[in-house]
Each structure stands twice: as structure tokens, then as C-alpha cells.
């Protein structure tokens, strides 16, 4: 058993959105993206894994194989190995999700 705060891991930059890694096992990674107004990930893919995403605090925008789907706090969102993913905070207020990431198989 392995015990966190998420508190601890909502690292922010000025220059860029930060990941926080902060729990792994064989197959997957528990994480933090954090990200001021204006920061943004580009889209890309995760081959072999499967992603969730919970949106711990503020909103923004998520663009999935080119749709745009808004989200705020409260809201998840699942991606398969395929499906290309960015993130945008085009909000006001900082931005955490939390992400696990996992070894399909």
C-alpha cells in the first residue's frame, strides 16, 4: 500500500507545464500534470498504454484525435494507446490533472 498527497505534487513553472511522476509499479504510473493559464501539451499518443485523466483543479481544454472537449474539475477522460491527446489551460487559474498510465496486457 503506498499512501500520497496530491497537495505535494502540484508543481508548478512559469516557463512550462511540469509532470510529476509520484507512484510506479510494474505496469503503471500514477501522475500529476500541472499547468499555469496559457499552457498547453501538445497532442501525441501513449502506444501500448492506456490513459486516464481526472481534472483535480480548474478547467481547460482537451483535444482528442482533433476534437476539442472542455473540462473541468470533477470531469475524466479516458484515452486508448491510438487516440492523440493535448491539454490547453486557456483558463484564468492554475490547472492539475491527474493521470494513471498503464501497460495494456
Known sequence: MDHQAIRAFQQFDDSRFTKVDFMKNGHSTAFTLNFLPGQAMKPHSHPGKELFLVVMEG??????????????RGDVLFCNETEM??????????????GTLTKIG
Request: glycine residues 14%; hydrophobic residues 30%.
Open 59 to 72: 478547467s481547460g481544454t482537451f483535444t482528442v484525435d482533433g476534437e476539442e472537449i472542455m473540462a473541468t
Open 85 to 98: 491527446m493535448g491539454f490547453e489551460n486557456n483558463g484564468d487559474n492554475r490547472t492539475t490533472l491527474l
